[in-house]
């Protein structure tokens, strides 16, 4: 286990449906982040939230939104998505100093369907 | 546009020996290049960092080298084993993000 935990880890949701993913990290770690893997593409960052500031890729969807309450919870809600939306949908952690990015922690995924 | 380059193909090899993976990359210049493991329908896991002043760095039986001036990395695994069968991706580090490449699918026989 990483300490990284994300729930649920299969997901199937229509079209118009709203669901949440939740992470949840256990490290003490004070940087969280959204990735989507699609089949044969590297992973893509979605969000960042560091050092209490969100960073977020332009190219994300509306109908994917943050949430971090705090520096251990992350969320990321979805809402009438489309079914290229369906993949692995991985959060991570690490530890932020100043500009320096190391090495993180990564959940074990949540695998979403979109019908 | 920043690109990160790792061998598109399986790389197949026999128990015992030396698996070398590659990860090449073009209009970045990354303070730290990094490595990990990705298991199927898994998220990856962190293996080594190497920083640009670094030429080479170990752990137990991995070795990572960065070269900046041919802006390429290599990724050694000695005495391969089948459990060693896995996604190996590198990630560039920039400010506050990782920027990964596809990765490279190691298959070790016995």
């Known amino acids: 286990e990483t300490g990284v935990t994300q729930t649920p880890r299969h997901l199937v949701m229509g079209m118009t449906n709203k669901k949440s993913l939740k992470c949840e990290q256990h490290l003490g770690h004070n940087a969280m982040y959204w990735y989507k893997q699609s089949a044969k593409k590297p992973l893509e960052l979605m969000f960042v939230?560091?050092?209490?500031?969100?960073?977020e890729n332009n190219s994300v969807p509306s109908r994917f939104s943050p949430e971090c309450p705090n520096s251990s919870h992350l969320f990321l809600h979805l809402h009438t998505l489309q079914p290229e939306d369906s993949a692995l949908y991985l959060c991570a952690s690490s530890v932020q100093y100043g500009s320096s990015s190391v090495e993180q922690y990564f959940g074990p995924g949540t695998r979403l369907t979109v019908t | 546009s920043q690109k990160i380059e790792q061998n598109s193909e399986a790389l197949n090899i026999q128990e015992g020996k030396t698996a070398t993976l590659t990860c090449n990359y073009t209009?970045?210049?990354?303070?730290?290049l990094q490595w990990y493991r990705q298991d199927p329908g898994r998220g990856p896991v962190f293996l080594l960092l190497?920083?640009?002043?670094?030429k080479e760095k170990r752990k137990e039986r991995l070795k990572v080298t960065f070269d900046t001036t041919l802006k390429q990395s290599l990724f050694h695994i000695t005495a391969s084993q089948p459990a060693d069968s896995a996604t190996y991706l590198c990630a560039l580090s920039g400010y506050s993000t990782l920027t990964f490449g596809k990765g490279t699918m190691l298959l070790v026989s016995p």
């Open positions: 209009n970045y210049s990354p303070a730290y």
């Open positions: 939230y560091s050092l209490e500031e969100r960073v």
């Open positions: 190497i920083r640009e002043n670094e």
